[in-house]
């Protein structure tokens, strides 16, 4: 039951469809962008049911300090702990590098923002792992890749539970790091 709940807050965290615009290579467009957040707890909870998403709580230990940095080698195990062990994380600056993504919700013309990487799913790499971020300042560009670092935060949105991180800063970055991560 723990870990349904945990899924139900997720803002932005897996995304796996294999939509025919995503195999096609046109990513830019595709069903991840314009999926809605009732879609998006339903097909979390659906991964939950049948065992698709990944339990990283007992491979990565709590943190240590008042910043934890996600790298690239254990970025998916890492941002899953986060969501499972959101206890762990609190007061805590999180602070890591991806791709800067904002997602559209056609029902309320609303956008959310994200910064993302891409990781093995059913066709390719069409899953996402990061957060839903807010940020004072302006955003970037989508696509930019951008270092991220903000306190992680749960809130309310129609009766649904989310986490995002309130950034403290955000930067675009010249050189891109790995969009791809396995682990």
Request: charged share 25%; proline share 4%.
């Amino acid at each position: 039951m723990k870990k349904l709940i945990g899924l139900l807050i997720i803002g932005i965290f897996v995304l796996s469809s294999c939509d025919a615009e995503a195999q096609s290579g046109d990513a830019n467009n595709s069903a991840q962008s314009t999926m809605s957040r009732d879609e998006l707890v339903e097909l979390l909870a659906e991964q939950a049911e049948n065992g698709t998403v990944p339990d990283a709580s007992e491979t990565v230990s709590a943190p240590k300090g008042d910043e934890v940095f996600i790298k690239d080698k254990m970025f998916i195990a890492q941002t899953n702990d986060i969501y499972y062990n959101p206890e762990n994380y609190k007061d805590k600056t999180i602070r890591y590098e991806g791709i800067f993504e904002v997602y559209n919700i056609p029902e309320t013309g609303e956008e959310y923002y994200a910064v993302i990487r891409y990781g093995p799913a059913c066709c390719e790499d069409d899953e996402t792992a990061g957060f839903e971020v807010v940020w004072d300042g302006e955003y970037p560009e989508k696509n930019d890749w951008v270092s991220a670092a903000g306190i992680l935060e749960q809130y309310e949105e129609n009766g649904a539970l989310y986490f995002r991180l309130v950034l403290s800063s955000l930067e675009v970055l010249p050189t891109r790091g790995e969009e791809h991560v396995t682990s």
